[in-house]
Each structure stands twice: as structure tokens, then as C-alpha cells.
């Protein structure tokens, strides 16, 4: 195997890129702004000269990198077609094909989703170092999900495998998601969704006395933060949120049977307070053959996504 | 390649077993008792023998063949390892290992589960034969369910992947499931759980008139033709089940976006009348991008298993 190997985790608002050796040594990582105008064109060539930068500064060149792995903010097709990557202009095309366009010298190109791409990095050096298969669910904006199933990416037909944030957890729902459905897992359990449901409760229940009431402009992360300091309305929204979560990652669960499910995103910093609920309403729900998979917090933060790519190219 | 490939699919009565040229053909299907005595220890020298017989009829030696794939009604892990058969009663085992014991000219052995094995085989030659992934649901006195994602039988850490039968469907249920817990989908959409909604009805809308009603000994069978024939509640008791498992399967599609579902088993030589409710809901709750997955009936009946224990060795 040659001596390097980069790792390109592409977001809306930063391109993440980091340089490996492809023993599984970080020798350095850094961003760069992403430019998503004129549809995006330039996040490519941007990426890469970047990547030449370090190269010309290191003095490597391609004929000694093993290749370049990278994580983009949408669906991907197992033969690294994109169908669309709203956050960076992006319409359908074959990343593989533009790369080799781009610079012929990149002898193994590896592309799949962020999350999918965390969710590697994760098994590779992170929670699940110890695990073959993992499901990381990111709790943010939105829901993230990724599946690494019998030591394998699940990519999907539609490079839609790990979309379980639209899955309908309330069929009676008449409050409607962004998505255009009803019920959506979304709605309840990401950061937005927990917020979501804060205001709800304080508007229904006036009288209740809870440090929620006093933020002048409530936060999920406020939520997470009562809740660790023993506040009871700020604990029940978290059971609220674990109780719809952990039973749907049952049905995940039913499909692929993970090893483990590690939780991550900007919700997660809040610990246990999280993390347990969640386990236990998936040990409630879930079928005996598959009740006891591990629950961890995610562990390499940012890192996760460059770490990950770079494992797609080692295999 | 070698010209022959064995399939043998092991149900808790009977053996089945397939002899195949590798081009795909298959030239013989034949099946003898499954013995359970004795802690099951007969089934694979039993197996064995059929094979060895069919050899010597056709002067057929194991250098000739590629290899036999199997699928046993339990969970298999990765490495072929079996946790249990409870309908053989079989223990925790290494299939692969006890083959090679029995028999060390087999060149190639595999063993999955034999819904897994069902599913691979209508991917090859059935009703997803078009198709790189599907998830097959067979409904009848319980519910089973083989994935196949991104080409690669799903195994689960535990052997597990595709137990969608005890997903929760209705955390309000007091219906006590067979594996303890409430509300499970098996309790609502296999062949016994049809029956069992259709007797409730019945109780509970004594005035209302059905051709159900007549019927001495009410079986799902007769709950089918009903609904074929017309009659009003039992399409209803139709709908609701599609009303269920289309929905649960939108978690499955959540999870591993596969080209196709196929639903097998005996409840789907009911046809039209219950694929149909099924896609119907599962296209009112699926998320846009996996909306129009494609449903099918299974083509390959009892034949399923052994196609795709063969496929198994081909690769």
C-alpha cells in the first residue's frame, strides 16, 4: 500500500479535509470555506487544490497517495453517482468520473455520504472501534443516520439507506414537517424537534414551575442543559425524545441488526441525560434476539467525517 | 467454474434440495423428511446423503462441484455460525466447520437463513430478478423477512437482520405477543394475526353482515378469498393490515432503501387484494426519496430457497 491517503468530508458551510498515513496516522487536518456558487462547480477544484497544497508542502506526490476518500451532504449511489446535494447546488452527477476529469493522478476514489462517512470513521477510530457494523444516528438541524452493516456502507438504491428522520412515529399527526408528511421522527427528536416539543409543553402547561420559562429565547441545548440540572419538565421532554427514538432504532434494529448504535451531532453533548433514555426505551421495545446492542455517544466529533473517508480507500 | 451447485434448504419437516448445473439450470428438485430427533444431529448427514445419492445417479463426483449453499430456519451470523434452531433443535453452532467434518470434498459451503436464502433466490431467478437489492416479507403463521442490500445478504451482528416481525406496531397494545411483548407486528399482519383481527371483528360488530361469518372454522384463507369475492369487512381487515406493514416497512426502507419489496408466503396467494393496501400505505408514509420503491408478489414458491442457497456459492 503507498504511505498516504486523504480523507475530503465536504459540508455546506466548510470542506473538511484531512491527511493520513495509511498506517491510520492523522499527520494533519484543516478546512476551507465551501463556495457554493455557479451550482457548486468549484467545490471540487477547491478541494483539490487544497489537497495539492499539502502535497507540494509535504513534497508528495500522487504516485505515492493510495487515494482520496470523501463524504458529501447528500444521496449517494453505490457507484458514486450524487443525485443531488441541495447545500451545495449540487444536481445528479458521477463524482468519480468528474474526479478522474479533475486530476487523473488519484489512482482509488471512494465517495458516500457524510453520515455514512462518519459512521465508518467511528467504527475505524472512534465508539465503535471495537464493533463490524454500527448505526449512528445524529441528532442536530435534522436527523442523520448511517449504516454500516456487516462491515459494509449501506448506500441504498436511491443512495437513501440511514433516511430514517422522515420515518412517521405518530400516524395520528397533524402537524406538518418540512418534508411535506406528518409524525416525522424529525419533528420530535432532533434539536429543532425537541425545541418543538419545549414549547409546546410550557404553552400547555402555564402553572408548571420550570427553569425553562425563564430563557428569554429557548434553546435545545437549554433543554439538555435543565435536564442534567435536574429540572422534571426539561427530564420528561428527554424521556419524550428517547421514548420515540429508541423505538424506532428498534425497527432499524429488525432490519439490519447492528452491533451497536452510537448517537452524535450537536444534541449529543448532552450525555447521558440523552443517551439514556433512549437505550432504555429501545430495550423496551426491541426483540429479544437483539435487546441487548450497545448505546455509546459518538466520539470524534468533526473528525469523524475525514477519518471515515480515508477508511473507504484503506478498505 | 465446476459444473454443479447444491441448494438445500432446511425446513423443520422436510429437506429440500436442488441440484444445479452453474450456468443456473436446475436440473433436479427432490425432498426428503427432516429427522429432529436426537437433537437434530441427523439433518446434515441426512442432507448429505440425498446429495451423495443424486451424485452416484449421475456419476458425479465432488471435484465436479462448485460447492452447496444452505439455508436453515434460524438466525445464522456472518461467519455461519448458528445461534439456534429451535425447529431442529438445534444449539449454537459452526455450520461451516461441522460440513467440513462430515464431508471435507465440498470446496465452497455457505449458509445463511433460509428467508435470506428466499429472498437471494427470487433475486436471481424470480420476481426481483431485474433488481441488485430487495427485501422479501413472507407472511404465514408468522412473519419473515430476508435482506438484501446493495447485493449482500444482511446477516446482523446477532443473525438477526430482517426479525421484523416483533417490531412494535402499537405501543398502546395489551395483546400479549408469544415472545412477551405488546403490540408486535406479527400480531396484526401474518396469516394468524389476519385470523385473530378477523375473530375480533366479528365480536365486535355482531350486527354487521359478512360472508365471514358463515364460515364453520374461519381460517386467513378464507379471510382472502372473502375480500376477493367482495366482501366489505374482510377488504377492510386487508386494508388494516397493509395499513400496518406498509408502514413498518417504511422503517425498513428508512434503514436500507432496497430497489424492491416482494411479500411471499402463504397469505400472498391472496394476490392483488392484499399487495395492493400494503403499497398503498407504504407510499402514504414512505419519505420522497424511496416513495416509489417498487412491490411484487414472490414467483418462486417453495423453489425460493433452494435457487438461493445455489446462488450463494456462485456469487
Redesign the interface.
Known sequence: MLPYVFGVDIGGTAIKLGAFRTDGTLLEKWQIPTRVEDGGSHVLPDALDALRGWMARNQVTWSQVEGVGMGVPG?VK?DGTVLRCINLNWGEQSLPAVMKALEPGIAKFRVTNDVNAATLGELWKGAASS???A?MVTLGTGIG?G?V??G?I???????????????VD?ESTVRCK???YGCLEQYCSATGLLRCAKLALAQQPERPTALREKKQLTAKQVCDAARAGDALALELLDELGEKLG??L??????????MFLIGGGLSKAGDVLLQPIAASYRK?A????RD?AFALAELGNDAGIYGCAKMVLG
Open positions: 444521496p453505490l464493533c463490524n457494523s448505526v443516520c449504516v452493516a456487516d459494509a449501506m448506500s441504498g438504491s436511491e443512495g437513501a439507506a440511514g433516511e430514517i428522520g422522515h420515518f412517521c400516524r418534508c411535506g408528511k423505538w424506532a428498534t425497527a432499524v434494529a429488525s432490519t439490519v441488526n447492528p452491533e421495545y426483540f429479544h434476539a437483539f446492542t
